[in-house]
Every structure is written in structure tokens, then in C-alpha cells.
């Protein structure tokens, strides 16, 4: 995984009452923590890094999260993009970045707390920066599209937890109040011992951006990242790993192993990409307990989306519902998860505790990744495999903006880097 660098001028303000109090706390701020927020006595300054739908929502949900929090700087690949939400959430030119290195004006900027929105492909180079910084880290999911880019996030973790640092991924059913209560009673034995999981994201095709005359190949890849395994990870990473994300979850545990098979059938173009329009998995954990993955984006098919669990006493939907030995359905008030998961960070950092899913997030990303790899070669992939891979798709700090080809789509039982 290496750091792509664009040339780019950045302004520092700096906040020198923030700064005092800091220094007058040398003791928590040697540990990354900043005590007033800790005590909840002054505003966050948040960040946006990732200018994209994604980002600007995750924007609107910290606001509607605590009235404590300002927009301070945002930054973005491209300047329309960085510019629209300056404007859209009141951000000084100052503090408005843009550029494939505009992460670090942000971070520089004198901000408490940055959301990491970016396609997925840079989010570990994005963390590691943030964390070294001392900020704390809401990130969408997924975290990284490679064995390489999780091990950076597993040690910026690990780092933010020495530090004293908040670390929030976009999982947010780990914050649905209707998740945590089903699963919980799943910890505790409502359906027995579970036996086998089904996990589903099928849909319809997604957007793309045609190409326009004077764009770049980067320009293009990165305006269409979804569809490019070194920017999105492919969907059965970029969108799946909710559904994965859940199975990890109730299972307590990582896959042993995954054996699938999938393809490119209906979305063959090259304005798609490379990557595949579905897969269909089965992730062995253990006890024996096998769990069915399956994710399609293909048009005109039916599409269902969620998760189902079967146990010795009974079964369940872990969005809301047991049928066991006691009958149960989650009638508690709604909550807007993806909200509630800047909230329950927020909090925590004026608590002076602040919440780490870093390491939980990078496992279900590794499990994602474990999907795709035995998918595209059609071997039977281990845990320990994947975390020991050299893949790294993300291209170094060498890119020629202009020669970016779109790599071969994978082809199963044939022996290619995808296998690395």
C-alpha cells in the first residue's frame, strides 16, 4: 500500500486556545486525547475527507448527531466536488482542499475529529495519517480492498487505542437499536446453538459516470471507483460486507475458510470496470458452522437484502425477530443507525473513553476480501492465507495520471496476481 502524492498548497489555522489547553494537559495529550471534548466543553471541528454522496451524508448525520460539532475543513480528488460542499456546509476557501493529497490539509486545519469517505482503496493511508495525528476517525466502510491496506488498519488501531484516539467504522447496523437487541439475545442462547447463517445484498446494476473528453484515466476510475477492485474492493466488499459484517458479529468469531465461485455476466462493458456483477460464497467458521454468502447487481432480478440464522432451538432475522423458544420481535423505538454511530463516537470522546472498532471493522473487511480472492482464482482460500497475502492493488505515488489501464477482468482456475 503505498501513499499517491499530488503537489498542493495547504493554509494552517491554528486554534491557540485548543492548543493551550492541550499543552496544560500534557499528560492526555501525550496519550492523543483532548480533554475538553473528553469533558464535553467545547465543539468538535470535524473534517470531511471525501467529498462524494457518502461523505456529504455522513456530514448531514454528525450534525443531526450533537449540536456540539462545527464543519471546519473539507477535502476532496477533485475541486468541484471539495468546492460544493464548502459551499453546501459553510467551509472557508481557507479550509477547502483538493488534490489526491488534500487528507493532508484536512488533517492539518486544526480539526478534532474527520470522516474518512473517500473510495475505499485510500482509507488505510487516510487512517494511518489521521491516527498519527491524533484525530479521532469516523470511516466508511469498507476499510481497505486488500490484505495489505488491513494489516495498515489493524496497526492504526491498534496505535489509536495507545493514543486515546475514537475509531468508528460505517457499519452501522453495529448501532441499530434493532440489531443490537436480536443479537444480543443470540449471544445469550435464544435459538440454541447456532448451526448456519445466509447472508444476501442482491440488487439492481449500479450508477456510472460516462466518460468526458479531457479526463484522465485516474479522472475516469476515480469518478466511477466502484467499479475498479484497487478503489472499491469490488461489491462484494464495497457493499456486502454489511451482510458479512453481521454474520462476524453473531458468530463472535472470522471465517477458517471461503469457497465460491462468481462472474461477469450481464454488466460486461468496459464502462464497468473489471470486477464481477455477483458471487456466491460459503465462509466455513468454526464449529463447523457454514455461512451462505450471496450478492448480485445485475437488473430485472428479484433483490432481497439482509440476514437469517439458524440454531438448534430455533431461528431468527437478526434486523429484529426470534422464532425459538420464545417468540420475540424487536418493538422498541425506531433509531437512524447511521446517526446513532456518530452519536455513540461523539459521546464517547466527551466521556473520555472513546469507542475503537478499528480492529472489528478490518476483520469483516479481511472476511469480505477472503470472498472476492476465492471467487476471482476459484481456490479455496484460507484466514491465515489471506492476512499472510503481498496482494496490494493500490497503485504508489508513481502514477502516470494518463496511463491508468483497467486491468483484466479475473479469471478463475487461471493463476493471477488476484491470487498474490
Keep these: 500500500m503505498h501513499e499517491a502524492r499530488v503537489s498542493g498548497r495547504y493554509e494552517r489555522k491554528k486554534d491557540m486556545k485548543r492548543e493551550t489547553k492541550i499543552a496544560g494537559a500534557a499528560v492526555m495529550a501525550a496519550l492523543g486525547s483532548n480533554f475538553a471534548h473528553a469533558q464535553g466543553t467545547e465543539r468538535l471541528k470535524v473534517g470531511l475527507i471525501g467529498c462524494g454522496g457518502r461523505g456529504n451524508g455522513a456530514v448531514n448525520d454528525v450534525l443531526a448527531a450533537d449540536k456540539g460539532v462545527e464543519i471546519w475543513a473539507v477535502g476532496d480528488a477533485f475541486e468541484d466536488k471539495a468546492k460544493a460542499s464548502a459551499d453546501k456546509f459553510k467551509v472557508p476557501a481557507s479550509r477547502c482542499f483538493a488534490g489526491l493529497d488534500a487528507y493532508k490539509g484536512v488533517l492539518e486545519s486544526g480539526v478534532d475529529y474527520v470522516i474518512l469517505a473517500t473510495p475505499p482503496g485510500f482509507r488505510p493511508v487516510h487512517l494511518k495519517a489521521a491516527v498519527e495525528a491524533g484525530k479521532h476517525v469516523f470511516m466508511e466502510k469498507p476499510v ?35 440489531y443490537v437487541e436480536t443479537i444480543k439475545r443470540l449471544h445469550e442462547g435464544a435459538i440454541g446453538e447456532i448451526l448456519t447463517m445466509s447472508v444476501y445484498w442482491c440488487q439492481g446494476g449500479m450508477w456510472h459516470v460516462p466518460r468526458k473528453e479531457g479526463w484522465s484515466d ?77 450478492c448480485r447487481q445485475i437488473d430485472g432480478c428479484d433483490n432481497v437484502i439482509g440476514e437469517y440464522v439458524a440454531g438448534t432451538e430455533g431461528r431468527a432475522n437478526p434486523g429484529g425477530s426470534i422464532d425459538g423458544k420464545v417468540k420475540w420481535r424487536y418493538e422498541g423505538p425506531p433509531t437512524n443507525p447511521y446517526v446513532q454511530e456518530h452519536a455513540d463516537l461523539i459521546k464517547s470522546i466527551r466521556d473520555g473513553k472513546p469507542l475503537n472498532e478499528g480492529r472489528q471493522v478490518a476483520e469483516s473487511t479481511m472476511a469480505a476480501i477472503m470472498g472476492r480472492m476465492t471467487c476471482y482464482t476459484g481456490k479455496r482460500i484460507s484466514w491465515d492465507a489471506a492476512m499472510k497475502s503481498k496482494l496490494d492493488l493500490v497503485p504508489g505515488s508513481g502514477i502516470d495520471v494518463n496511463k491508468l489501464p483497467v486491468w483484466e477482468e479475473a479469471k478463475p482456475g487461471k493463476e493471477t496476481f488476484w491470487k498474490a
Design 218 to 294: 485516474l479522472d475516469w476510475q476515480l469518478r466511477n471507483w466502484q467499479y475498479f477492485t484497487w478503489l472499491g474492493g469490488d461489491h462484494i466488499v464495497e457493499q456486502h460486507i454489511h451482510n458479512i459484517d453481521v454474520a462476524c458479529w453473531v458468530l463472535r468469531a472470522t471465517p477458517i475458510s471461503a469457497y465460491g465461485s462468481g462472474g461477469r455476466q450481464a454488466r460486461t462493458g468496459p464502462e464497468f470496470g473489471h470486477i464481477f456483477d455477483h458471487f456466491g460464497v460459503e465462509f466455513e467458521f468454526p464449529n463447523d458452522v457454514r455461512v451462505k454468502s450471496l
Design 144 to 178: 481497505a480492498v486488500c490484505p495489505t491496506g488491513v494489516r495498515m488498519v489493524l496497526a492504526a488501531a491498534e496505535q489509536a487505542q495507545k493514543k486515546n484516539l475514537g475509531i468508528v467504522a460505517g457499519t452501522q447496523r453495529r448501532h441499530q437499536a434493532s
